[in-house]
């Protein structure tokens, strides 16, 4: 996702708030738009995560709590299905990506004293596995790299593309490669997956379990918390030919529907990207609906449903203290590329 305008700069938060800007910013671009909100990882300080080098996806339990008190006060937070079935002003749904272990131990216990639903997104090959995300992997990689001596690097960037030869540059940034792998060919995943080498050993041990139980998502879903396809191995959906993205959707929806038995289920976009391809291949699969990010600001329909995203910039000031004006503006996802389409008039009309 994008950054928010929201992200960076804590006094133009207060002034967008307080303004009233903000008010009018909802009735025009926001009248119809669902609010869903996403999470990833929840944590408290006796947890190991350092397999996590993202911070962006880590959620520290005070600050989760201190949300869910204020979101329980000003919304009133329904499942996916009432958001679509109708949903009205001041209504939020929350979500979380991806099915890591925090969700039950720090997340779950949240929810359930407040006696709120959420869904989670599981990447099912991942559930209860203590096995390192592929993309948590590559950062690590890309940070040894970068760290490395300057002979060391030359020689591993030689017959590189120029364009992995600029971002290997310590000067570039560690997420403008991930950025670049991504959206590259397979061939390009390659060239760069070579020059970075194996990983080390033990570089990615980790003292606790990641993901999900079995059991837990069992527990979960018996009080009230729906589950969802997140795929299968969380791969990037248009690196895939036809066959393996069929595989991803089917073999994940089989195993949603095998551990929580539900009467239906959602999907959600890996890193939020797609293509018309990716999202017809979900709709024929018999999804209910799908998430997204706000990485395709125009979109906004059953089959690619914007999400803001939580993180603790967005949320908090300076002196990391939970900033409710912050917490707003970010809510009301208030990015530079609605406004361009706002002022456009590319905003799109109908929602659902």
């Given at each position: 996702?994008?950054?928010?305008?929201?992200?960076?700069?804590?006094?133009?938060?207060?002034?967008?708030?307080?303004?009233?800007?903000?008010?009018?910013?909802?009735?025009?671009?926001?009248?119809?738009?669902?609010?869903?909100?996403?999470?990833?990882?929840?944590?408290?300080?006796?947890?190991?995560?350092?397999?996590?080098?993202?911070?962006?996806l880590l959620m520290p339990f005070d600050l989760f709590t201190k949300?869910?008190?204020?979101?329980?006060?000003?919304?009133?937070?329904?499942?996916?299905?009432?958001?679509?079935?109708?949903?009205?002003?001041?209504?939020?749904?929350?979500?979380?990506?991806?099915?890591?272990?925090?969700?039950?131990?720090?997340?779950?216990?949240?929810?359930?004293?407040?006696?709120?639903?959420?869904?989670?997104?599981?990447?099912?090959?991942?559930?209860?596995?203590?096995?390192?995300?592929?993309?948590?992997?590559?950062?690590?990689?890309?940070?040894?790299?970068?760290?490395?001596?300057?002979?060391q690097r030359a020689r591993a960037i030689v017959g590189l593309s120029?364009?992995?030869?600029?971002?290997?540059?310590?000067?570039?940034?560690?997420?403008?490669?991930?950025?670049?792998?991504?959206?590259?060919?397979?061939?390009?995943?390659?060239?760069?997956?070579?020059?970075?080498?194996?990983?080390?050993?033990?570089?990615?041990?980790?003292?606790?379990?990641?993901?999900?139980?079995?059991?837990?998502?069992?527990?979960?879903?018996?009080?009230?918390?729906?589950?969802?396809?997140?795929?299968?191995?969380?791969?990037?959906?248009?690196?895939?030919?036809?066959?393996?993205?069929?595989?991803?959707?089917?073999?994940?929806?089989?195993?949603?529907?095998?551990?929580?038995?539900?009467?239906?289920?959602?999907?959600?976009?890996?890193?939020?990207?797609?293509?018309?391809?990716?999202?017809?291949?979900?709709?024929?699969?018999?999804?209910?609906?799908?998430?997204?990010?706000?990485?395709?600001?125009?979109?906004?329909?059953?089959?690619?449903?914007?999400?803001?995203?939580?993180?603790?910039?967005?949320?908090?000031?300076?002196?990391?203290?939970?900033?409710?004006?912050?917490?707003?503006?970010?809510?009301?996802?208030?990015?530079k590329e609605r406004i361009s389409l706002l002022f456009q008039n590319?905003?799109?009309?109908?929602?659902?």
């Open positions: 996702m994008r950054n928010l305008i929201s992200s960076h700069n804590n006094f133009s938060d207060l002034l967008i708030y307080y303004s009233g800007f903000l008010f009018l910013w909802r009735l025009i671009a926001n009248r119809q738009r669902p609010l869903v909100i996403y999470y990833h990882e929840v944590f408290d300080i006796n947890d190991d995560v350092a397999w996590c080098q993202q911070s962006s949300q869910i008190v204020y979101l329980s006060n000003h919304y009133k937070i329904v499942s996916l299905d009432e958001m679509i079935a109708g949903s009205q002003p001041g209504t939020a749904a929350i979500t979380f990506d991806d099915g890591f272990r925090g969700v039950y131990s720090r997340a779950f216990p949240v929810l359930k004293a407040f006696r709120l639903p959420a869904t989670v997104f599981l990447a099912t090959d991942y559930v209860g596995t203590s096995e390192c995300p592929w993309w948590e992997r590559l950062r690590s990689k890309i940070i040894r790299f970068k760290d490395a001596p300057y002979d120029d364009k992995w030869k600029t971002l290997l540059t310590r000067k570039c940034s560690v997420d403008s490669v991930i950025t670049a792998y991504k959206e590259s060919s397979t061939v390009g995943r390659s060239e760069l997956d070579n020059a970075l080498g194996e990983d080390s050993e033990n570089s990615f041990s980790n003292s606790q379990r990641i993901f999900l139980s079995e059991q837990e998502i069992k527990e979960m879903a018996a009080n009230g918390i729906s589950f969802g396809s997140h795929s299968k191995s969380h791969p990037i959906l248009m690196w895939l030919d036809d066959k393996s993205l069929l595989e991803e959707l089917k073999g994940s929806k089989e195993a949603v529907e095998r551990l929580t038995n539900p009467d239906h289920i959602w999907f959600s976009y890996p890193d939020g990207m797609f293509t018309p391809r990716e999202k017809k291949a979900v709709q024929e699969m018999g999804f209910v609906g799908a998430v997204q990010t706000f990485r395709h600001a125009e979109h906004c329909d059953l089959f690619a449903l914007p999400r803001v995203g939580m993180s603790v910039m967005s949320l908090t000031g300076f002196n990391g203290r939970f900033l409710k004006a912050k917490t707003e503006v970010t809510l009301a996802a208030l990015t590319k905003q799109t009309k109908e929602i659902i």
